[in-house]
């Protein structure tokens, strides 16, 4: 019943067969092409769980020299779109559980570029992407109630 919500693996399926593609797909973007997927602008692929989820797990995976996505030494405005992907993705409607934790992940990941983009920038990413995530599971929340209901009237 929940499993598209929480994320539950579901058998293969032609929807697999394309997911698959487009997380492939996404380990080779870099932010804009990430930021185009997320927005629903690429015409080969439509924005599903999957892949949401492989954006959020590029961006708070670390390289073999243990180097984040994002260093702190980047440009302010690959920080700035890194941000604004996260937030982004967070106000999707296509939002899983396992996406929510990616988010929380991100910012513990992120917590001292945040805090110094912030402070360097005058901006307010910290409660941004804070109250993105508190978005996010409100989002799951409701999807999940509308799901039971969904349930119960079939």
Do not use: P, W
Not at 45 to 59: H, I, N, Q, R, W
Not at 102 to 125: A, P, R
């Amino acid at each position: 019943m929940f499993g598209k919500i929480l994320a539950k693996k579901k058998s293969e399926t032609e929807e697999d067969t394309n997911n698959k593609e487009i997380i492939k797909k996404i380990s080779k973007m870099n932010l804009s092409d990430m930021r185009f997927y997320v927005n629903n602008k690429l015409n080969d692929f439509e924005v599903c769980e999957d892949g949401l989820k492989a954006v959020m797990k590029k961006l708070v995976s670390k390289d073999a020299n243990e180097k984040r996505f994002v260093e702190s030494d980047a440009m302010d405005s690959k920080i700035k779109k890194a941000f604004d992907l996260v937030i982004v993705i967070a106000a999707n409607k296509k939002m899983t559980m396992d996406t929510s934790e990616l988010i929380k992940e991100f910012i513990d990941l992120y917590d001292d570029i945040i805090k110094k983009f912030d402070t360097d920038n005058k901006q307010i990413y910290t409660s941004k992407l804070n109250d993105a995530l508190a978005n996010s599971l409100i989002t799951i929340q409701t999807m999940m109630q509308l799901n039971r209901k969904m349930d119960i009237l079939k």
